[in-house]
Nanobody, 126 residues
């Protein structure tokens, strides 16, 4: 079992930055691929970024590539999402998730994840 708790969301102006954190419980954090997803009002949840269990591989949605960076610290059982150059269309609830290690490019699907956090709200004003 892995429990995930996101933090770091908030209100920011367009062009600003935020760093989200996702703290995981349990000693097996380092054996999971981790991902970030987001869900805007009246929209389906969508993939944002993923990172392999070792941190050696990452994958991004085209909409955030070059602006967002996913990273992890296995010693702290934490995964991060650094978000720069934020746009109003980035407004959403952001969720982190943990999944069994697979080829990183396949981690865009929600079905590849076994555990989910409760989400943190990010609001970008124009």
């Amino acid at each position: 079992q892995v429990q995930l708790v996101e933090s770091g969301g908030g209100l920011v102006q367009a062009g600003g930055s935020l760093r989200l954190s996702c703290a995981a419980s349990g000693r097996t954090f380092s054996s999971y691929n981790m991902g970030w997803f987001r869900q805007a009002p009246a929209m389906q949840r969508e993939f944002v970024a993923a990172i392999s269990w070792s941190g050696g591989s990452t994958y991004y949605a085209d909409s955030v590539k070059g602006r967002f960076t996913i990273s992890r610290d296995n010693a702290k059982n934490t995964v991060y999402l650094q978000m720069n150059s934020l746009k109003p269309e980035d407004t959403a609830v952001y969720y982190c998730a943990a999944g069994t290690p697979r080829y990183i490019a396949t981690m865009t699907a929600q079905s590849k994840y076994d555990y989910w956090g409760q989400g943190t709200q990010v609001t970008v004003s124009s």
